[in-house]
């Protein structure tokens, strides 16, 4: 069985760095044409995918974030990560990590078979 369990600060201050980590276990982060993203729901809204790495290690990124966005990853501990800086509170979301069976860029569908339980992340002074 695949888990994911995600983990942040809670809550971030404008401008700062938002830091998030993604602990996958049942499968590792390097497992062949697998993917993992990360994806957020802002309260009311629906879901929008940031980001993911490959298996390969490489990132790809939702444009509208990409200029602030990094995802990257420790094979070793099999954990992913995801920064984003200069945050605002339109970034206030939860945030999900997820099984990509996709490793791909935003030009291919996304499709997600297992979800962390997601994280509540609130951009606040």
């Known amino acids: 069985q695949v888990q994911l369990q995600e983990s942040g600060p809670g809550q971030v201050k404008p401008s700062q760095t938002l830091f998030l980590t993604c602990k996958v276990s049942g499968d590792s982060i390097t497992t062949n044409f697998v993917a993992w993203s990360w994806v957020r729901q802002p309260p009311g809204k629906g879901l929008e995918w940031v980001g993911v790495?490959?298996?390969?290690?490489?990132?790809y990124y939702n444009p509208s974030l990409e200029s602030r966005a990094s995802i990257s990853r420790d094979t070793s501990t099999n954990q992913f990560f995801l920064q984003l800086s200069s945050v605002t509170p339109d970034d206030t979301a939860v945030y999900y990590c997820?099984?990509?069976?996709?490793?791909?860029?935003?030009?291919?569908?996304?499709?997600?078979?297992?979800w962390g339980q997601g994280t509540q992340v609130t951009v606040s002074s």
């Open positions: 790495v490959a298996y390969d290690g490489s990132a």
């Open positions: 997820a099984r990509d069976l996709w490793p791909g860029g935003p030009w291919v569908p996304r499709e997600y078979d297992y």
